[in-house]
């Protein structure tokens, strides 16, 4: 079966009569036969899926599972582990990695939350800050883990994923894919061993739940499981029924508005208010040629810096009408936010520098709606953020 075919069909065995899956929200399972529950609860707490009664939520959903084997067949992974948000997969990923080695190197830019947390020291983990040319050698006997992210949030930077897997070595490579989703990449292709998914953003889609989830194999899966048992952090299975739901349109939603930010990306480079447009797809901004050969298009996220600075980007937040100024992204609906005053807040200074994240930068989040009303929309807010207009 093709993608499209999957995204609807995976994980939707033993419904008997039903045509949708059920939404099984017990906290508790009955355990009648003592053996075979100890049996059960000895193979979770293994890392391993219940060999009979499915014991307790902490250790074992059937809807979660179901979202979970969906998203795994789409992203070529042996396994999915989800959790109650994409920070709480980081976590989870992070103290697994704890369970091979203390030390972690991290590819920057990063989302500005799993920048903080690796930065603030909290799980004791011990970090290399690296660029893609440097992971080679900052990779140590203890190294566990290397974090990378592509696109990049907010600079839409791609990270070449193979040769980040071929400088990693033995070590395995943690991918954040939240931007190109498995509708544009799968880094499992490429090499990587865990791909991470916000599942707030695209998975869910119409941005009304909270998740995370990783992609990876049966090994990490395992740990991954025990930290969750270990450390709660699950995702509730209403959650979890949503964003299976979600898998359905997600190749249809991701095309559709990648169609609308390819030509929103032109227009604005264009545009007199627009300093600098930073798009994979724009000029220069695909050095290594991956749109094409890592990820299928460029994607649906375009960051712009302003001519006007931050005056002129204030201006535009509060007068745009179809896009919402909120930070989030991969909804139905377009969204614009600064990431310099609220995503990327709490990273360091020296992060934001090495980002580039100015105060004259917007992230736009684009959605379903008509072009030509985004257009209308961005370009009456862009009036009121000409140079001159912010003097
Ligand atoms: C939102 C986001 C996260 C964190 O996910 P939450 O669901 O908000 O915890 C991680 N990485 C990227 C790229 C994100 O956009």
Redesign the pocket.
Known sequence: MRPDTVAIHAARDGLGEAHVPPIDLSTTYKTPDLPDATQSIDAMAAGGLPTGSSVYQRLFNPTVDRFERALATLEGAEAAVSYA????A?TAALLAAKMVGNHVVAVRPL?G??DHLLASGLLGLEVSWATPETVADAIRPDTALVVC?TPA?PTLQLVDIEAVVAAAGDVAVMV?S??ATPVLQQPIRQGATIV?H????FLGGHGDV???VLATNEEWAARLRQVRILTGGNLHPMAAYTLHRGLQTLPVRVRAAQDNAIKLAERLMQHPSVARVRFPAAPGCDPHGLVGRQMSGPGTMISIDLAGGYDAARNVMSTVGIFTPAV??GSTDSLIQHPAGLTHRIVGEDAQAEGDIGPSLLRLSVGLEDLEDLWHDLASALETASPMAAK
């Not at 948000?85 to 709480?88: E, R, T």
């Not at 916000?198 to 953003?201: H, I, L, N, Q, R």
């Open positions: 948000s994409g920070m709480a980081v989302y939350g799993t992210e949030n954040d939240t931007f991470l916000s599942g707030t953003k909270l998740a995370g989030s992204l």
